[in-house]
């Protein structure tokens, strides 16, 4: 089946819409950053670096690293950003930009997410690292995709996720999504694993009051931490985690999510190394997925 011109734009210079990128300038394995700042930091550890290129907050830098070649792309912040950038690097790779179909042989990808996050639990120290081996979307993004996740999740028959949406009384349907098995498996040591809420904003969505008052429960974060899955713990609230995860899973690619833990919301403390334990993180997560070959 054809797609149309309007779902998938090419730019004159054959390059998809947004991330302003040719089929042959994204890598299969892609690191995303939220903040564009943080390319370059990637970047910087690799032997080799192809093409850099920059459109609205979606910077990509695609290279090579102890013989891999990968590409580093910052989502900017939120869960509607992911929906740009999974899809169109998705298309990147599977879709023929001439025929405006979608490839016989399709190329599975793995998105390696390295965040910043909030924990929400007393014992998960600053500057330690999360892995976040299940993500709950309290997003939008997930009513909008027919998945195996939306399914299970907006009805009562997941009862953990109906109960969330309850209780925190808001008007959400919330979805539960799993990382890669196989990337979550390559990790070893130095990881707490965990779940990760997803949310749609960063103050009254995370539970935090500037001057507008929050229509959430003034408790979510408390109420968060209670909450158990099968065994894990609501360890950490961002932005991306859950997006990222659903549409990988309903593309069939592979993803896994990292992140630092610079804040902690229980003790009220905000790490004092934050640029050092992100370096710290990026480095470790590259040496697991891509080692010296």
Do not use: W
């Not at 080799?48 to 830098?61: A, D, G, L, Q, Y």
């Not at 899809?87 to 390295?114: C, G």
Request: glycine residues 6%; negative net charge.
């Amino acid at each position: 089946m054809q797609i149309k011109k309007t779902d998938l734009i090419v730019n004159a210079d054959g390059s998809i819409y947004h991330l302003q990128l040719r089929p042959n300038e994204i890598a299969s394995n892609i690191v995303f950053v939220g903040d564009p700042n943080r390319v370059p930091m990637v970047s910087s550890h690799f032997d080799s670096i192809e093409i850099k290129r920059e459109s609205r907050e979606f910077v990509t830098h695609t290279g090579h690293y102890h013989g891999h070649r990968l590409s580093v792309v910052s989502t900017g912040i939120g869960t509607d950003n992911i929906d740009i950038v999974v899809n169109e690097i998705d298309a990147l790779h599977n879709i023929d930009f001439v025929t405006k179909t979608a490839k016989e042989n399709l190329t599975s990808l793995n998105f390696i997410r390295i965040g910043t996050s909030g924990t929400i639990q007393n014992d998960i120290p600053i500057d330690s690292f999360v892995v976040s081996a299940k993500a709950i979307g309290f997003d939008a993004l997930g009513s909008y995709y027919d998945t195996p996740q939306n399914k299970n999740c907006i009805s009562k028959s997941n009862a953990f996720v109906y109960l969330l949406s309850k209780l925190i009384e808001a008007e959400m349907k919330p979805y539960l999504v799993d990382a890669s098995d196989a990337l979550l498996q390559q990790i070893d040591t130095g990881f707490i694993e965990g779940i990760t809420a997803t949310m749609p904003g960063f103050y009254a969505p995370q539970g935090r009051a500037l001057r507008a008052q929050s229509k959430l429960t003034k408790d979510l974060v408390p109420f968060l931490a209670e909450q158990n899955y099968s065994g894990q713990r609501i360890s950490n609230i961002e932005m991306e985690t859950a997006g990222i995860y659903l549409l990988a899973s309903a593309l069939g690619h592979h993803a896994i999510s990292f992140n630092a833990i610079l804040a902690n919301r229980h003790t009220d403390e905000f790490s004092a190394k934050a640029e050092q334990t992100i370096q710290d993180l990026i480095l470790k997560v590259l040496e697991i997925y891509f080692p010296l070959e």
